[in-house]
Nanobody
């Protein structure tokens, strides 16, 4: 069982940065591939990026590639999403997710564990 709690959301101007954190429970956190998703009003939840259990491999959606970076600290049971050069279209509720598998997936249905989400609003 993994319990996830996101934090770090807020209001930021276009071009600004935010760092989201996801704190996880569980002694075997490093076994779980992790991902970040986001959901804007009226839209489906979409994959932002994922990382392996060791953090040695990450992948990103094309819409955020080069602007967002995922990292994890298994000693702290945490995963992070650094968001730079934010755009109004990045406005959404951001979720972290974990799955009981060897690798991450961009599919929402592939994750057993979800946080409650944190709101990110990019606006001037």
């Amino acid at each position: 069982q993994v319990h996830l709690v996101e934090s770090g959301g807020g209001l930021v101007q276009p071009g600004g940065s935010l760092r989201l954190s996801c704190a996880a429970s569980g002694r075997t956190f490093s076994n779980y591939p992790m991902a970040w998703f986001r959901q804007a009003p009226g839209k489906e939840r979409e994959f932002v990026g994922g990382t392996t259990g060791t953090g040695d491999n990450t992948n990103y959606a094309d819409s955020v590639k080069g602007r967002f970076t995922i990292s994890r600290d298994n000693a702290k049971n945490a995963v992070y999403l650094q968001m730079n050069s934010l755009k109004p279209e990045d406005t959404a509720v951001y979720f972290c997710a974990a799955r009981n598998a060897l690798y991450y997936t961009p599919l929402v249905s592939g994750y057993e564990y979800w946080g409650q989400g944190t709101q990110v609003t990019v606006s001037s």
